[in-house]
Nanobody
Framework: QVQLVESGGGLVQAGGSLRLSCAAS????????MGWFRQAPGKEREFVAA????????YYADSVKGRFTISRDNAKNTAYLQMNSLKPEDTAVYYC??????????????????????WGQGTQVTVSS
């Protein structure tokens, strides 16, 4: 499994921005699709964004489309999630995950958590109104 460490979370006012980073331990990082997921208190973990191994294809949940941008730097073994125009409903623990392959698969408009085998410990994002 790939070891992943998220950073960049924190407290921000509504309308503000944060950039999350996800550092991977392995040189094979570039072989995996990467995803960001989030879990709010009392809710199930949900898909946020995904990117293929090359960065050539991305996909977003409708709730963040146009506000969040996923990217990766394979030379640095790091994935990113730029979050702009944050809303209180974006408050959650954010997790990055490495896919079981270099691609991700969209089913019924979302990406399945089961397609990702390695997970970070999560970073808290809190958006105040």
């Amino acid at each position: 499994q790939v070891q992943l460490v998220e950073s960049g979370g924190g407290l921000v006012q509504a309308g503000g921005s944060l950039r999350l980073s996800c550092a991977a331990s392995e040189r094979t990082f570039s072989s995996y699709a990467m995803g960001w997921f989030r879990q709010a208190p009392g809710k199930e973990r949900e898909f946020v964004a995904a990117i293929t191994w090359s960065g050539g294809s991305t996909y977003y949940a409708d709730s963040v489309k146009g506000r969040f941008t996923i990217s990766r730097d394979n030379a640095k073994n790091t994935a990113y999630l730029q979050m702009n125009s944050l809303k209180p409903e974006d408050t959650a623990v954010y997790y990055c995950a490495a896919g079981n392959s270099g691609s991700f698969y969209v089913v019924h408009g979302s990406v399945d958590l089961a397609d990702f085998g390695s997970w970070g410990q999560g970073t808290q994002v809190t958006v105040s109104s």
